[in-house]
């Protein structure tokens, strides 16, 4: 399977805003390597088209991910109490790091594999809830 990807450059530590397509086992190496470096963000569109997209940006053991949909209209998903809704988190969102409360945050692992599964499924509504921005 074909995905496409822009990312944080994993040697450089910034984010390149290079398309890339490629098949799965590439960007899955490309995000190992960024969980190494214990932060990194991610952008991943669904094939064929620029909406919707789907974001993550991680510091060590915690992530937040943003939908993007075809209206202009974005959405984050709810956490799963990876930290304190209350908390303050930070993550970068493409070079900058962006503060999140904790109810937003979810782990990386999570995070992680609900990206699979939106890049599987083309299907964010399976994912969780969103609250919109």
């Known amino acids: 399977m074909l995905v496409s990807w822009i990312a944080t450059d994993a040697e450089l530590r910034r984010f390149s805003a290079t398309e890339r397509s490629s ?49 202009e209209k974005s959405f984050l998903l709810v956490g799963d109490g990876t ?24 782990s990386v692992d999570r995070a992680w594999a609900l990206v699979r599964n939106f890049i599987q499924t083309g299907a964010p509504s399976e994912l969780g809830e969103w609250r919109e921005l």
């Open 83 to 106: 930290a304190a809704a209350d908390a303050l988190v930070h993550v970068p969102i493409v070079d900058d790091l962006a503060v999140f409360s904790g109810d937003c945050v979810l």
């Open 23 to 71: 098949d799965f086992a590439d960007l899955t190496d490309h995000f190992t390597a960024l969980r190494s470096r214990d932060q990194g963000y991610l952008e991943v569109p669904l094939p064929g088209g620029a909406f919707p997209l789907l974001t993550l940006g991680f510091q060590d053991d915690q992530a937040v991910i943003h939908l993007f949909d075809a209206t």
